[in-house]
């Protein structure tokens, strides 16, 4: 009998991150939608700041940071998890962009997403909203959607469709927003084979190195 090994296959790697926050992304990759972990780090690695998200009904799950660490935070690495498996929300980098974190991640089930800033840092909070919003509606944008929609090699391999490309969308919009603002994103895609057929949407995005 083969043993069965977990491989993670690291397409894009983030950047070298304290053994401390690896460690606590691993408690809270796997929670149950809609539940979600906030952890504050700083560069060497110590918790400074944990809170959990609260869920409301037609507006998913938000995390407001009170005000007494709005100074301790300021800087420091963010890292949460999305149980939708999404990478970052609008919500994610307009909200969290005022604290100018060294780097922002959010861990889910298909793998690790990482942004942080060039010598130019963060854009202003309404800059991100509007470059979002110039993202989704971008005609060459929504066709390269409907390309993938219809791929046969992802539907094939799709086990929820329409959840798979919300979540590719995701991942594109933070790659072109990553570019319009000069940032660094970074995808990392977990999996559980060593097996060259396509994983989770995440992999299949890596694997076609869809822009």
Known sequence: MCAK??????????????????EYEKTIRNLPEPEEMVGIFSKKGVLIHEQEGI?????????????????????????HNHSSDASFSKRDLVEHAYFRFSEMRVVGKSGTFSLSPKESGWPESFE?????SQ??????????????????KFCQHSGDINGDMVRIKSHLICEKFSTKCNLNYRASAQTETTEPYIQNWLSYC???ELE
């Open 128 to 132: 991100i909203g509007e470059f979002i």
């Open 5 to 22: 090994y977990i491989i993670v296959h690291v397409y894009c790697s983030t950047p070298t991150i304290n053994e401390n926050i690896l």
């Open 135 to 152: 993202i989704r509606s971008d005609s060459e944008f929504q066709s390269k959607l409907n390309d993938i929609q219809f791929d046969p």
């Open 206 to 208: 890596l694997q076609n």
């Open 55 to 79: 869920y409301i009904p037609g507006i998913g799950t938000v995390v407001i940071l009170p005000k007494n660490v709005h100074e301790k935070v300021i800087g420091q690495i963010l890292t």
